[in-house]
């Protein structure tokens, strides 16, 4: 019986926190765009390694900004690197610069290594820059997106920062390893959009705030390039803003195997550079005890042919199902009413609905096992290469060039 109430309660207050969070994000004003007399002297940077199967798309889309005048600076991680003939494929404009990766550094990933070359290199050829937008190859930029990221800034001169997010929806049918994805990363938007953490997706910061924090030597340390932004921009007195119009919509499908393992990494990359992982580590403790707890009493009430228990706690298991697909809900119609992005996101029916309430307990056991798996990780394999985890810091162990022919089949 205590198992079946505090597995409701517990539901139930995740449901009136995404009630509160759905009407936070709708009262963030929206931010004003960069003025058109000040758009200038602004660099696109990213890393690629490998064919992501967006990567044409999301070069597209960024040589299609609304943005009077800019540059994109591609680090690709090899010559040999597959991505070279997308890249050239969607390369003619003379906005676009594409260089190879000079010197992978085996103090950091590889991401970070490109990032940190492509930004020293922009401010060796354009001293004069002023602002800075980092992306991924699976963001999908809107037309707006340089101009509202940069445009945060500039009427924000307390910001340092200014990022959007992601949201997880494959086009339907979803796969169920697409369902625990989506599922458990709104969980994850919640507190990085409330808490204003930055996306290494998109995100925008001032050139002069780059030189004066060192952050170009601290990316050659660093396990992802968001990782160590916030503590380092708060070291200036400047904070980051998490713009909800930015949350962009990733329509790619996963399998369970691939998430489990992508959440592995996302955990272990949390372990190393945030101090708050460990809350995350306690809260998914008492979730996973709690479903193991309330299964476990079902199971016995079973056996002991007990109807009354049974029936509580089947109706618990169920009401705390569905109360938790109501905020997965209720967080998705959030990202539809804010962002940009979100063109094309059909309402949930019911055989969504009754889908998404069937994964929720898998959900939530991929959940613990990614969890555990960050707590005692000692390597980590990405892209093709491992990296050795030492504490806080971690190591490349041997640079190779990516290997394989064609797209992959996701993108991180």
């Known amino acids: 019986m205590i198992a079946c109430f505090f597995i409701t309660i517990s539901a139930l ?13 709708r009262q963030r004003p929206r931010p004003t765009l960069l003025p058109a007399e000040e758009q200038h002297s602004t660099w696109i940077v990213f890393g690629v390694r490998g064919a992501d199967p967006t990567l044409a798309d999301a070069v597209r889309s960024l040589l299609n900004q609304n943005f009077r005048e800019y540059k994109i600076c591609v680090v690709v991680d090899s010559q040999l690197d597959p991505a070279n003939s997308i890249l050239q494929s969607v390369a003619n404009e003379s906005r676009l610069l594409i260089r190879h990766l000079q010197n992978p550094l085996s103090t950091c990933t590889l991401k970070c290594s490109a990032i940190a070359e492509g930004v020293e290199r922009v401010l060796e050829v354009d001293p004069d820059v002023k602002y800075f937008v980092m992306v991924d190859a699976d963001s999908d930029p809107p037309p707006n997106m340089i101009a509202t990221l940069t445009g945060a800034l500039y009427s924000n001169p307390q910001a340092g920062l200014a990022s959007g997010n992601q949201w997880f929806e494959p086009k339907a049918p979803s796969s169920v390893g697409s369902m625990v994805r989506s599922m458990w990363y709104a969980g994850a938007l919640f507190f990085s959009m409330l808490f204003q953490n930055p996306w290494a997706g998109a995100y925008a910061m001032r050139a002069s705030d780059i030189r004066e924090t060192g952050l170009i030597s601290v990316w050659r340390k660093s396990a992802v390039d968001d990782g160590p932004l916030k503590q380092l921009l708060a070291k200036q007195n400047l904070s ?45 403790t008492f979730a996973s005890s709690l479903i193991v707890a309330i299964f476990s009493t079902l199971g016995w009430a079973i056996w002991a042919g007990d109807v009354s228990m049974v029936l509580w706690t089947t109706l618990s298991i169920v009401a705390s199902g569905i109360m938790s697909v109501l905020a997965w809900t209720t967080i998705r119609r959030s990202v539809i009413e804010t ?13 969504r609905f009754v889908g998404a309430l069937l994964v929720v307990a898998v959900a939530q056991a991929v959940y613990a096992i990614a969890c555990i798996r960050a707590i005692v990780a000692r390597k980590i394999t990405w892209r093709g290469v491992t990296y050795l985890i030492q504490g806080r810091s971690l ?4 640079y190779v060039p990516f290997e394989g022919e064609g797209e992959s089949k996701h993108s991180i």
């Open 240 to 284: 980051c803003l998490s713009l909800p119009s930015m949350v962009m919509v990733n329509r790619e499908s996963c399998t369970l195997g691939f998430v489990t393992r992508w959440m592995s990494r996302i955990l272990t990359w949390s372990r190393i550079h945030e101090p708050g992982f460990w809350l995350t580590a306690i809260q998914m």
């Open 395 to 398: 190591r490349l162990d041997q």
């Open 13 to 25: 207050i995740q449901l009136l926190l995404t009630v509160w969070y759905r009407n936070q994000m």
């Open 339 to 351: 962002s940009d992005s979100a063109i094309g996101l059909e309402p949930i029916g019911v055989p």
